[in-house]
């Protein structure tokens, strides 16, 4: 298995581009996670999605960042438009039982704006 | 979750045991301690996790106390590639996948 895939593996943007993250679960792993980390708030759940839904938003900081998931193999995080502060490590995460807290993790996108 | 508290760093020689100990004292009943690593530049890689029993793998040992108010991580014998920073965490139940990350413990293996 290849684990948790994400890209970019480096993103740098300008101050008000867009920026989309990619993650392809695990394959079977039906729980779908995006944390954020930065060195002043450490790792922070942004948001989680259960068999492609959305389950709890609640931790996106705001209206600038969506997530969605297509399919099963596949989800994104975008933020529109990006700022200096959304400077972070984003790691997605996958899991096939909940009540299991077993998170696989991806290697995470470095994301600079400049 | 309940709240952990682990030492901010910890030392240890390689090939000697290391031992991380972690307090989690109003963690409730249905609640896991689940420890983590996070290798630098990596993303968080689960370890173990435990609710009452004492647990093995093939990473490491986790021993709970009877009273479940303290754990402690043991790596058997500890190698330069296990230098990362060690999370421990008690969730469970209703937490839904909610783990929360700490500052958790920076263990460096001296040669």
């Known amino acids: 298995d290849a684990g948790v895939i994400q890209s970019p593996r480096h993103e740098v943007t300008e101050m008000g581009q867009e920026v989309t993250l990619r993650c392809k679960p695990i394959?079977?792993?039906?729980?779908l996670f995006w944390y954020r980390q930065t060195m002043m708030r450490g790792l922070e759940l942004l948001i989680y999605f259960n068999n492609n839904v959305p389950i709890d938003d609640s931790g996106m900081p705001e209206d600038r960042f969506s997530a969605k998931m297509p399919n099963a193999s596949f989800s994104t995080l975008k933020i529109q438009p990006s700022e200096p502060r959304d400077s972070a490590v984003y790691f997605c995460?996958?899991?096939?039982?909940?009540?299991?807290?077993?998170?696989?993790f991806g290697s995470g996108t470095q994301l600079s704006v400049l | 979750d309940a709240k952990t508290t682990q030492p901010p760093s910890m030392d240890c020689a390689e090939g000697r045991a290391a031992n991380l100990p972690c307090n989690h004292s109003t963690i409730s009943g249905n609640e896991y301690v689940y420890w983590y690593r996070q290798i630098h530049s990596q993303g968080p890689q689960y370890i173990i996790h435990g609710l009452k029993n004492n647990e093995t793998n093939e990473m490491a040992s986790l021993i709970i106390t009877e009273d479940r108010k303290s754990s402690t991580l043991i790596l058997p014998h500890a190698t330069l590639r296990d230098t990362a920073v060690y999370y421990c965490?008690?969730?469970?139940?209703?937490?839904?996948?909610?783990?929360?990350f700490g500052q958790g413990t920076i263990l460096t293996v001296h040669p």
């Open positions: 995460a996958s899991s096939f039982v909940l009540h299991d807290e077993k998170l696989f």
């Open positions: 394959s079977g792993h039906d729980y």
């Open positions: 965490i008690a969730a469970g139940g209703t937490s839904y996948g909610k783990l929360t």
